[in-house]
């Protein structure tokens, strides 16, 4: 499912957080007041020594990272890249990611650091490349336990295949249907915790895991509270997030850290899957210019200034971009704010200064800043032993043949609204439909279920522009199926202009179209107006909103996901076979080595800026 952020309600929230704010500026206020010794955060203490001897304060290490999605191999193409500004200004593209040199780079800057605590923010598992996700993601959990993670929250897409087989993720167990992978082993689980505090149970209104987790060492303790959006449901199948209910962020981390609080925990760090969308592209922007948080946007800035000043730093995840910012907090102080893109192309090294006597952080000490996980390193050699152990278990699946393309086609990776892989996937959607039905008229594509790029360069021994099924599968990687389902002009119209309005406007989630079917998204205006009516046509012919089309699309939007509530209102479904088959039966019967499909044009949505 899509890892784009989801809209808040912002007039609620809003409330909330005004109320909140208020409150704690009151209480800043009167701290303010109090001698340094009665506070927090006194710098003063830095260096002192108390009655043992030891040294007032500690650095902590935060190794922190999120949106792994079980890459375990190097992502290919743009998704295996990341943006790095030059001193000049210019921009450099650089090859990062990969759990080889994941491990590596988070060992190496483990080194020196007695006081050290890796953490991550969600979506560690679920859309996974072919190597993870045909096992159900154990070789991910298995190499999230030797890289030593310490804990993450959960994101949406650890919600992917349910709330029981989360619950195998962190137990162990063989899966229910495939049983066990290896002979004679048996899946052990994740060593460290999956924190859930926002998701309960609808009957008991428990939680479903651990809502937090204390690290201890030393006498050091740092908390860490976990949540996921409170969105989750909009953009995960209905299956996945069944007999399961979502809190919202601010309220639930609120709650856990007065739990903590009056535990003794002050220093306390929340995990959330949910982030912001960057001023820039490049991971080592300055997102505090002009002002502290000015280079950030998105639903993590209204969470941020929502949270308790209790909270000393927030790990953050679910956009897939990269920043390291200071938000105030309700009380006017900074706080950290970090994302460390996605894929493991990054990690983050936050310092956390730690005064044993408030057993608080030092918030004017906390340092922060994201690191490229780069490939000129070695690789560790345990990490290169998990995954060729795994790859030959995949093997025979993965290396099979399935087309042939003339040149890179970009999915995640394109840079416009209409992606030429998500047209490609739009027409062999409509391919399968017509198998089925010869009067379906089009098709649609959600774009946050395209994972990754198809690039021509071979993964392995295939040759160039040799499509295989592993990297079919890293494209499409959710199972779902290929639904019918027949709408009127009026519906088709209306679905298209919940692209950009509803829960959709503030985040615009653009459907990737199948051959024939064109319009005009004019962004100078706003809402539902973006999509110009008369522009939208079939065939050259104006849709007629009286008349019905026979529309495939998978079962994802199917069901209404992502906004789309009005496709999830269509007649006469029929179900057909799964996304993928669709798409390799796509390829094979429309490409040849002598004759390889070449990239989409992409011209079938005219984007007016």
């Keep these: 499912m899509?890892?784009?952020?989801?809209?808040?309600?912002?007039?609620?929230?809003?409330?909330?957080?005004?109320?909140?704010a208020a409150g704690l500026a009151t209480l800043g206020a009167l701290a303010a007041a109090l001698p340094a010794s009665a506070g927090q955060d006194h710098a003063g203490a830095s260096g002192a020594a108390d009655a043992a001897g030891k040294k007032r304060t500690v650095d902590v290490q935060l190794l922190s990272f999120n949106d792994f999605h079980g890459n375990l191999q190097p992502p290919a193409g743009s998704s295996g890249q990341v943006t790095e500004k030059q001193p000049d200004g210019t921009e450099k593209k650089i090859d990062a990611g990969g759990a080889e040199y994941l491990a590596t780079s988070l060992r190496t800057a483990r080194k020196g650091n007695p006081y050290s605590v890796t953490a991550a923010a969600g979506d560690l598992i679920g859309a996974s490349p072919l190597l993870s996700g045909l096992f159900h993601d154990e070789p991910t959990v298995e190499a999230m336990n030797k890289l030593g993670l310490d804990v993450t929250s959960v994101g949406n897409?650890?919600?992917?295949?349910?709330?029981?087989?989360?619950?195998?993720?962190q137990k162990g167990g063989?899966?229910?249907?495939?049983?066990?992978?290896e002979k004679g082993k048996k899946f052990k689980g994740a060593d460290y915790p999956y924190l859930a505090a926002n998701v309960t149970d609808e009957k008991s209104?428990?939680?479903?895991?651990?809502?937090?987790?204390?690290?201890k060492h030393k006498g050091v303790k740092v908390g860490f509270i976990g949540v996921t959006l409170e969105g989750t449901p909009d953009i995960v199948s209905a299956d996945g997030v069944k007999g399961l209910k979502f809190h919202d962020e601010i309220e639930t981390v609120n709650k856990y850290a007065k739990i903590l609080d009056k535990q003794g925990v002050k220093s306390i760090v929340t995990l959330i899957h949910e982030g912001g969308v960057p001023a820039s592209g490049a991971y080592n922007y300055n997102c505090d210019s002009p002002g502290a948080g000015d280079g950030i946007s998105g639903p993590i800035t209204t969470i941020a200034k929502g949270i308790t000043p209790k909270v000393d730093a927030l790990v953050t995840g679910h956009t897939h971009n990269a920043y390291v910012c200071t938000i105030p907090d309700p009380s006017g102080k900074p706080r950290m704010v970090t994302s460390a893109s996605s894929f493991g192309k990054l990690y983050t090294d936050t310092t956390l200064t730690y005064d044993r006597r408030t057993k608080d952080i030092v918030r004017t000490s906390v340092k922060s800043a994201n690191h490229v996980v780069s490939r000129e390193q070695a690789k560790a050699p345990d990490m290169t032993s998990l995954i060729s152990r795994w790859d030959k278990l995949a093997a025979p699946v993965a290396n099979q043949p399935v087309g042939f393309i003339s040149g890179d086609i970009p999915g995640r990776g394109a840079t416009a609204q209409e992606a030429p892989l998500g047209d490609l996937i739009a027409d062999a959607q409509l391919a399968h439909g017509k198998s089925l039905d010869p009067e379906t008229d089009l098709a649609l594509m959600n774009p946050g279920g395209i994972r990754s790029d198809l690039v021509h360069k071979p993964s392995g021994n295939e040759g160039d522009g040799v499509v295989t099924y592993g990297e079919g599968f890293t494209v499409q990687p959710f199972s779902n199926t290929v639904n019918l389902v027949d709408l009127t002009g009026a519906q088709l119209i209306t679905g298209l202009k919940q692209q950009?309005?509803?829960?959709?406007?503030?985040?615009?989630?653009i459907l990737q179209?199948?051959?024939?079917?064109?319009?005009?998204?004019?962004?100078?205006?706003?809402g539902a107006d973006r999509v110009v009516t008369d522009s939208i046509k079939l065939g050259g012919k104006a849709i007629d909103p009286a008349t019905t089309y026979r529309v495939a699309m998978n079962s994802f939007l199917a069901g209404g996901g992502d906004g789309f509530a009005e496709l999830g209102k269509g007649a006469k479904p029929l179900v057909g076979s799964d996304d993928l088959k669709a798409f390799n039966d796509y390829l094979t019967a429309n490409s040849s080595a002598d004759k390889p499909i070449a990239p989409p044009k992409a011209d079938r949505i005219t984007v007016v800026k």
């Design 2 to 20: 899509p890892a784009t952020p989801q809209p808040r309600r912002p007039r609620r929230r809003a409330a909330r957080v005004l109320a909140a």
């Design 157 to 169: 897409h650890e919600f992917d295949e349910g709330a029981k087989e989360l619950a195998r993720m």
């Design 174 to 181: 063989c899966h229910p249907k495939d049983g066990c992978f």
């Design 205 to 215: 209104g428990k939680p479903v895991l651990k809502p937090y987790w204390v690290w």
């Design 500 to 509: 950009v309005s509803g829960s959709n406007e503030a985040s615009p989630k």
């Design 513 to 526: 179209v199948s051959d024939g079917l064109t319009y005009t998204l004019d962004m100078t205006k706003s």
